[in-house]
């Protein structure tokens, strides 16, 4: 991902068939802190993105239990733990659980990020 966005490919704030953000997507695979922050130091990602739901990258670390993201983004990015989504659930509320869509689905949405080789 951050060879595509460095090489112009995918613009950082180009969203995908789900409304991800390439640094969403990212955190969503599960990529590397390491990988996480050359998207934000070296491509220009914004940290405070959110995705089609209004989640944030916090909604999304927690959600996936990515806790040396989840502090990152606390600690050191200074990002609020009361931050809400579009439901008005914080990062830490209980009934939040982030679904990733289908395969089905996902086929169904068009593709906003297109890739050339």
């Not at 806790?67 to 600690?75: G, Q, R, S, T």
């Not at 939040?96 to 949405?109: A, D, F, G, V, W």
Request: aromatic letters at 4%.
């Amino acid at each position: 991902m951050v060879e595509l966005v460095k090489l112009g490919k995918v613009r950082p704030s180009e969203r995908d068939g789900i409304g991800r953000s390439p640094l969403i997507f990212a955190v969503d695979c599960e990529c590397p802190l390491g990988t996480i922050k050359q998207l934000v130091n070296d491509c220009g990602c914004d940290v405070k993105t959110i995705d089609d739901n209004g989640d944030s990258l916090l909604h999304h670390a927690v959600n996936l239990d990515y806790k040396e993201l989840e502090n990152w983004l606390v600690d050191d990015i200074g990002m609020s733990k009361e931050i809400k989504n579009k439901q008005g659930q914080t990062p830490y509320d209980e009934d939040l659980k982030l679904t990733m869509p289908s395969e089905p689905e996902i086929r169904k949405s068009p593709p906003h990020i297109e890739i050339e080789y």
